[in-house]
């Protein structure tokens, strides 16, 4: 049982370069999350989706896109992107969307845009 | 005011002291109530629940102060593995999924030997 697998760790992208950030977790966890974390700040949702095929925007949805075309993957795209996307983000799953059920976060993925 | 709100520390403890921090929320009408824990450049993790009756896990304490509108946490006999940043988070009014949920910035949290 891996839980929550994040991947890449880091990236470094150039302005304007898209990317991909994978999420898959193996806890069959209907809710899944994406938030960004800047130094010194809280973290901030970005998407999340509450089963396949649907998502929901977050606080911060702004230059990011999600899919989720099974329960257990979550990816977000980068379009275009910029140095105000340099931030850590972490992915995050929970069985229901009911807050007594605690998330389950990835080891994150450190992006740097420059 | 902010949504919530944490002293960002650091606070730099010895070993074996005991140690409290608190969080304050804006909404009063926010329902749930949770510290996590972050170690550093890791991924947050669930330490504990805050209930109404406040409540314990072994060396550690949160309590919910309603009408003031914070919480508590407390740590006895501190160990040099507490030290890390612990986020107070809060769940608002609006919903009962995580998505309602906010995230302070975090007390960072030293224990010295």
């Known amino acids: 049982n891996a839980g929550v697998t994040q991947t890449p760790k880091f990236r470094i992208l150039k302005i304007g370069q898209s990317m991909t950030l994978q999420c898959t977790q193996d806890m069959n966890h209907n809710y899944m999350y994406w938030y960004r974390q800047d130094p010194g700040m809280g973290l901030k949702l970005i998407y999340y989706?509450?089963?396949?095929?649907?998502?929901d925007k977050g606080e911060v949805p702004n230059g990011y896109n999600v899919s989720r075309s099974t329960t257990e993957d979550f990816p977000l795209r980068l379009e275009l992107a910029a140095p105000s996307q340099t931030s850590v983000y972490f992915c995050?799953?929970?069985?229901?969307?009911?807050?007594?059920?605690?998330?389950?976060f990835g080891n994150g993925t450190r992006l740097t845009v420059t | 005011r902010k949504e919530v709100e944490q002293d960002p520390g650091p606070f730099n403890v010895p070993e074996g002291a005991t140690v409290a921090f608190n969080c304050t929320y804006s909404?009063?009408?926010?329902?749930?109530f949770f510290w996590y824990r972050q170690d550093c450049r890791k991924e947050p993790k669930l330490l504990m629940s805050v209930y109404s009756s406040g409540n314990e896990d072994g060396r550690f304490t949160a309590q919910l102060n309603r009408a003031s509108q914070y919480i508590s946490l407390l740590i006895r006999d501190s160990k040099l593995s507490d030290s890390a940043t612990y986020l107070c988070?809060?769940?608002?009014?609006?919903?009962?999924?995580?998505?309602?949920?906010?995230f302070g910035k975090g007390t960072h949290l030293i224990i010295q030997p």
């Open positions: 988070v809060v769940l608002g009014s609006g919903g009962g999924g995580a998505d309602g949920l906010t």
């Open positions: 995050a799953s929970s069985y229901t969307g009911q807050i007594n059920s605690p998330l389950h």
């Open positions: 909404n009063s009408a926010s329902q749930s």
């Open positions: 989706s509450v089963g396949a095929g649907i998502t």
